[in-house]
């Protein structure tokens, strides 16, 4: 003998058993064929009802659960908008403090070389001082 249905479980109305697994002969099934559709209807709308409640509180979770991952994702949008413009600034600060220290670099370059040209022209100055020196 066949264990009873499970609440919601539908008979199967091709072979008209009672379930998937038995095959007990129409005869000893007192249901008719008419009678297992309306049962099967009414059973499948159970389940279908059932199911698309936990659906209904299935899509509400995922609904929140997107609704807090969007707030999340503008979060750290505007974080990253922020940082970005900060960085902005750092990058145009750096910008000009690289243009000021370039001069800078090209000045001193310059005085360098003024200053090289005044040494070789003080110790040619003073070579000549010292011969004229030596000859008198």
Known sequence: MCEPHMAGDAPNISTLSCCSHCSQDESLYPFTENHINEESRIAISQVTLRNSD???GCVLYQLHEVEAECENEARKSRDLAADNRKLARQLVEQKNQN??????????T???????HRVKTLKR???E?????LLT
């Open 54 to 56: 936990m659906r209904c």
């Open 125 to 127: 100055q003073l070579d």
């Open 99 to 108: 243009e000021a220290d370039r001069r800078q670099v090209s000045e001193l």
């Open 129 to 133: 001082a010292v011969s004229i020196g």
């Open 110 to 116: 310059e005085q360098c070389s003024a200053l090289g």
